[in-house]
């Protein structure tokens, strides 16, 4: 999942999209794909790469579609990052616990 997550956040564009639903609230498809520089069509196809990894949600309400931030996915690569620091933290001070030793 969380390789999903980091290819989903590799893209300068889809992070950006990303980013622009951070604040919290739901936006319209056009609010969140407006001045991407790329057509409807292609910024379709960059939310459906985040609704793939669970990054994004698509609710319909009435007409319109509107786009919301999945932070509970986000927060899975964030712990897996963390998890990551843990055990480089253990690696380091066990480093430095033996060079402190032998000096």
Request: glycine letters at 8%; hydrophobic letters at 40%.
């Amino acid at each position: 999942m969380e390789a999903q997550i980091f290819r989903a956040l590799g893209d300068p564009l889809r992070l950006k999209i990303v980013k622009r639903l951070s604040g919290g609230s739901t936006h319209t498809m056009g609010d969140v794909t407006k001045g991407l520089g790329v057509s409807r069509q292609g910024a379709r196809k960059q939310l459906q790469v985040l609704v793939s990894a669970k990054i994004v949600q698509l609710k319909p309400i009435g007409r319109e579609v509107r786009v919301l931030l999945n932070a509970s996915a986000l927060k899975s690569g964030r712990d897996f990052i963390a998890n990551l620091e843990n055990q480089w933290d253990k690696r380091l001070r066990k480093l430095k616990e033996v060079v402190e030793k032998d000096s």
